[in-house]
T-cell receptor, first 114, second 115 residues
Framework: AQTVTQSQPEMSVQEAETVTLSCTYD???????LFWYKQPPSRQMILVIRQEAYKQQNATENRFSVNFQKAAKSFSLKISDSQLGDAAMYFC???????????FGKGTRLHILP | DGGITQSPKYLFRKEGQNVTLSCEQN?????MYWYRQDPGQGLRLIYY???????QKGDIAEGYSVSREKKESFPLTVTSAQKNPTAFYLC??????????????FGSGTQLSVL
């Protein structure tokens, strides 16, 4: 069965510092998509970043970047220059290209310390 | 404005009662999803649909039912067989595949509680 594991239930980072959130996944597929979603206190889910497994280059979106290690089945999210607005739950998600099923990890709650 | 609308925002269920959560999208997406969110459990997939008149069970489908009679609509019924229905329910839709800027569009959620 395909699973997504986020091993850090909570993390804290000082404002303006850098933090890395971990995600590992288990799959026998070679072609798939990986995502990081953010859920702020409003509970509205927002896409942070997307990675397609066939692309070797790590995705970046402004202050957000990923470290995609396909062989290790690892997909960590790095947030640079952390801001108070980054405080949220962060979910890692996975979809195999041959299916529309999208599964999520249990999430990491990120606290930003002023 | 294009988007995905869930209603109601809050819903209360009595013992033995079936309740239906509404989800409508005007994004012309083929794929739609229902997730359940409990504290510490992340988002768990209940059902998903790739096309009208077709849907697949997710990881926790027991006690739930869905229909997909129209592309725009994917209602979720929480039946009396679901013994622990209190949770936050999220509906989502998506455009899928390479070159599509794939992402899930989420509704604002329904908080279901048992009276």
């Amino acid at each position: 069965a395909q699973t997504v594991t986020q091993s850090q239930p909570e993390m804290s980072v000082q404002e303006a510092e850098t933090v890395t959130l971990s995600c590992t996944y288990d799959t026998s597929e070679s072609d798939y998509y990986l995502f990081w979603y953010k859920q702020p206190p409003s509970r509205q889910m927002i896409l942070v970043i997307r990675q397609e497994a066939y692309k070797q280059q790590n995705a970046t979106e402004n202050r957000f970047s990923v470290n995609f290690q396909k062989a290790a089945k690892s997909f960590s999210l790095k947030i640079s220059d952390s801001q108070l607005g980054d405080a949220a739950m962060y979910f890692c998600a996975y979809r195999p290209n041959r299916d529309d099923k999208i599964i999520f990890g249990k999430g990491t709650r990120l606290h930003i310390l002023p | 404005d294009g988007g995905i609308t869930q209603s109601p925002k809050y819903l209360f269920r009595k013992e033995g009662q079936n309740v239906t959560l509404s989800c409508e999208q005007n994004l012309n997406h083929d794929a739609m999803y229902w997730y359940r969110q409990d504290p510490g459990q992340g988002l768990r997939l209940i059902y998903y649909s790739q096309i009208v008149n077709d849907f697949q069970k997710g990881d926790i489908a027991e006690g739930y039912s869905v229909s997909r009679e129209k592309k725009e609509s994917f209602p979720l019924t929480v039946t009396s067989a679901q013994k622990n229905p209190t949770a936050f329910y999220l509906c989502a839709s998506s455009i899928l595949g390479r070159g599509t800027n794939e992402k899930l569009f989420f509704g604002s959620g329904t908080q279901l509680s048992v009276l």
